[in-house]
């Protein structure tokens, strides 16, 4: 029928030209402008098209549903029961019908980069049996009105009729970094482009209805859903929120089995340690560990994973690549004796807390420190997160007291310690008590520096009376470079 019209409109401006022809009008000008917007319109629906990517139908007439599901997510149990249950909504399609329930459009994915909502999204697709189409919100953002709520338009209307073509009865569509797509409105004061595409996307919710024949509907992913507009939000479009949050232990374990499978691991690996080492890793930091530890296996010609890769790879996900750099012999004592600070404090507050110490550069730093991992913890006592400053400040101290004056190796611990110093502020456990946000700047920077003024001075005493271990321990570390945790605390008994 649509066809039908284009070509009956077709027709008639064609016998309308030849006409206006014969009349003895001049029809080039006419010809040309028609030729122009064809050509406009024609690059616009390519490049709209070529924008969003259905996922990839591996051979012609293959399904189009992702070979993802729910299994394939390690941890995330609350979230995937969570979202299951949505999308049942889907799936019981009849009984959701005659109950008169009004079918689910959006279901929103809330959570830190890399913690799986793209997996969740196509695990959706394959849980539902749809089609799924993905798209970013940056794809929809240009610089011309109307070109991003045009997209929106392509983006349906391509999931309707992939679904058909695939004879789906429901279709996905995810829109990852959808607050790029759906910011608050009025807020882009430059052009009102961002909310058109934003009206369109509500007006493409709005007209799903149950009675369609493909039903589509839509998995939105953010990290900022504080920047979304809400009438996104509002019952009847993004009516389900999901969080997904970075694993815990168990989440994290489960996700390193997933990703070591078909990876052969030798007998002296555990992945449970290393779970247990990688608190605040996202499930793409994981993903990464268990690759470059294959990757470092290769490198050895080892025909398995040791634990040793595992370690390594650990310490390149968390620091970064080794670097080639090379400090004078005088930064390279300085680094040795600033690390030796750094654990020296660790292992006074938590003994059996350094898993390695080194003067090799990693990343940023010249040199570091690594902790074993403790069980998650979420909540810290004042005299905790005193001890984390300590720990951050030794490094700095250590210096001080060896050369006399500190270097400038000692930024990012600073700004480590007063981030935890102004934690304790904020969380009412210093000298101020309880404060509000609205707290002076002045006597917030005030507290944050005495407090980490009195732990500078309490680690001072301790490394000034440890001096002799100090001095060994930064010794052996730069004649090995490298020390790990077993080794750091027998020097550090013997020279006691
Ligand atoms: P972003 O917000 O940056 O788009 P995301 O939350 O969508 O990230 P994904 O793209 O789904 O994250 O995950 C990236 C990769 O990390 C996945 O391809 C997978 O290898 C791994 N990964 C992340 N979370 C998990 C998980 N829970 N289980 C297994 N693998 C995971």
Known sequence: MKFALKEIFIGISLALLVFLALQGFEITPIILIGALVLLFKF??????????????????????????????????????????????????????????????????????????????????????????????????????????????????????????KANKQTAIIFIDEIDVLGPKRGKNTSHMEYDQTLNELLTQIDGITVNQQVRVLVVGATNRIDLL???????????????????????????????????????????????????????????????????????HKRKQITNHDLKEALEKVMLGERLNRNPTEQER???????????????????????????????????????????DQYLYTKAQLL????????????????????????????????????????????????VTSDLPGGILARTIAQIIKEQETEIYNYLAENRGRLHSLAQKLMEQETLSGEQFRQIMQQSA
């Open 229 to 299: 507009d809400p009438a996104l939000l509002r019952p009847g479009r993004f009516d389900r929120i999901v969080r997904v949050d970075l694993p815990d232990k168990q989440g994290r374990l489960q996700i390193l089995q997933i990703h070591a499978k078909g990876k052969p691991l030798a007998p002296d690996v555990d992945l449970a340690k290393i779970a247990q080492a990688t608190f605040g890793f996202s499930g793409a930091h994981l993903e990464s560990v268990m690759n470059e530890a294959a990757i470092f296996a290769l490198r």
């Open 43 to 164: 690059t616009m629906d390519n490049r709209s098209n070529s924008r969003f990517t259905l996922v990839e139908q591996k051979k012609a007439g293959a399904s189009v549903v992702p070979e993802v599901d729910f299994s394939d997510i390690g941890g995330q149990e609350i979230a995937k029961r969570e979202f299951r249950e949505a999308l049942d909504f889907i799936r019981l399609d009849k009984e959701v019908r005659n109950l008169g329930i009004r079918p689910l459009k959006g279901i929103l994915l809330v959570g830190p980069p890399g913690t799986g909502k793209t997996l969740m999204a196509k695990a959706a697709a394959s849980y539902t049996n749809s089609v799924f189409m993905a798209a970013a919100g940056s794809q929809f953002v240009e610089m011309y009105a109307g070109v991003g709520a045009q997209r929106v338009r392509q983006l349906f209307k391509k999931a309707y009729a992939e679904a058909e």
């Open 333 to 375: 004592i300085r680094i040795a004796y600033h690390e030796t600070g750094h654990a020296m404090l660790s292992e006074r507050i938590n003994s059996g807390s350094v898993a390695s110490v080194s003067v090799i550069s990693r990343g940023n730093a010249l040199g570091y420190m690594r902790q074993h991992g403790k069980d």
């Open 387 to 434: 001890e984390r400053i300590q720990v951050c400040m030794a490094g700095a101290v250590a210096e001080e007291l060896v050369f006399g004056e500190r270097s400038t190796g000692a930024v990012s611990d600073i700004e480590q310690a007063a981030k935890i110093a102004r934690q304790i502020v904020f969380a009412g456990l210093s000298d101020l008590g309880v």
